[in-house]
């Protein structure tokens, strides 16, 4: 499956509210999942449901989520219809009436049969694609994980087959009658922004220097949508 394909439309992606949000190009679900950094991962354990919070990371058309492996979230998601969304918050849209506030945002659903991933090289490459997600360039940097850690450690997939992608952007949109009435209406942009890096105070004096690809991200926005 390549960017080029449209998004799934089944009965569980379609939009029935405010259609014209969605988006239809799977580029779009892509850069959103590059774009950020936690997914919530729903799925029903002993009849009830759970939302897990988690990284993850992407390798072609499967989402890969890691955690322990005594989760007992991740270990009842194996063979389970699940749903996966990621969320990226834009703005803050103030509108001139509290019905019409909202915000500005982009995100993704993803539904699919969950797998545990048992081969070791699927494993290894997930749990690179997990941490070059959160830190690009930090997989070559750090120590790789040891057999006992990895022992420690579970990988889920999920197919990218079924996903609906939804994003607002722009002005608030009040009713014809409020614009007149002096209220302030606008948008506050909003964007996860890292700050400076913190050293460890355990440092050893050979591991002084700041590594480029962390100063890299110190200062910087992650994700920030274009204007909209």
Request: charged share 20%.
């Amino acid at each position: 499956m390549t960017g080029e394909l449209t998004l799934s439309s089944t009965p569980r992606t379609t939009l029935h509210r405010l259609r014209e949000r969605g988006r239809t190009d799977r580029d779009e679900l892509y850069a959103i999942i590059a774009a950020g950094l936690v997914c919530h991962l729903g799925v029903v354990v002993e009849g009830s449901p759970v939302v897990l919070p988690t990284g993850y990371g992407r390798i072609g058309d499967a989402l890969y989520l890691h955690g322990s492996s005594a989760n007992r979230s991740l270990l009842a998601a194996d063979g389970q219809q699940v749903c996966v969304t990621i969320t990226l918050l834009d703005g803050l849209v103030c509108a001139r009436a509290v019905f019409h506030h909202s915000m500005n945002y982009r995100s993704a659903v993803i539904f699919g049969a969950a797998r545990l991933v048992t081969d070791d090289d699927e494993r290894l490459a997930a749990l690179r694609a997990v941490t070059e997600q959160l830190v690009p360039g930090r997989w070559e940097h750090a120590r790789p994980p040891t057999p006992k850690e990895l022992a420690a450690t579970a990988v889920l997939a999920v197919p990218l087959a079924e996903a609906s992608v939804k994003v607002r952007t722009g002005p608030p949109k009040d009713d014809p009658e409020d614009y007149d009435t002096g209220i302030w209406a606008g948008v506050l942009p909003a964007a996860l922004t890292f700050g400076q890096a913190e050293p460890d105070p355990l440092l050893s004096e050979r591991a002084a220097e700041l590594p480029e690809h962390i100063r890299a991200l110190a200062g910087k926005a992650r994700g920030a949508a274009g204007p909209g």
